[in-house]
């Protein structure tokens, strides 16, 4: 159960709801209670939601990294609401169930066997991620696994999804928000 309710985002006050309403231009069906929550801070919602839309259409990491990384920290840190949202969004950009399937299961955080459904691209930014969600700091040879395959405007795009989505964890994990009774997980 929610510890913060969720907001009716037409109550926002103005110019908070036309400034939400402009960023959330082209997104369609209901709104999220993530962002319900977040609107109990209105400027903080309009720039968290504009924030996020830059990192998903204004980034050139392909958006099957750009999933697998959100994956990646959304198991790492316990964050169930954000795994299951962008567990579809994965499937829709392309990147194979198994390996959102190796993701959850937790293989990718290491001991990858024969099984291992990842190319050598996904292997080094699952690894990236893993390593900055648990250490913070990441070693020298993981950097050079993901810099071997990412360019340097790439590598910061990863580290900042990687940065936006260990904080949507810490909110929809700490406040205990609602996974919204009409989503399915694909």
Known sequence: MARIDPLDLDQLPEPHRSAYETVMAGRTGPRINLHRTVAHSPSVLVAFVAFANELRNGTTL????????????????GAAYEF????????????PRAQIDAVEAGIAAGGLGPGDP??????AVVALARASVDGV?????TWAAAA????????VEVLLHIGMYSMTAHLTEGAR???EPWFERR
Do not use: Q
Not at 62 to 77: F, G, Q, Y
């Open 62 to 77: 392909d958006p099957k990294l750009r999933e697998l990384t959100i994956l990646t920290v959304s198991h790492a840190k």
């Open 84 to 95: 299951g949202k962008h567990a579809n969004l994965a499937l829709s950009v392309g990147v």
């Open 118 to 123: 990842f190319d050598d691209a996904g292997r």
């Open 137 to 141: 700091r990441i070693d020298d040879a």
């Open 148 to 155: 071997a395959h990412l360019t340097e405007r790439e590598l």
């Open 177 to 179: 928000i609602d996974i």
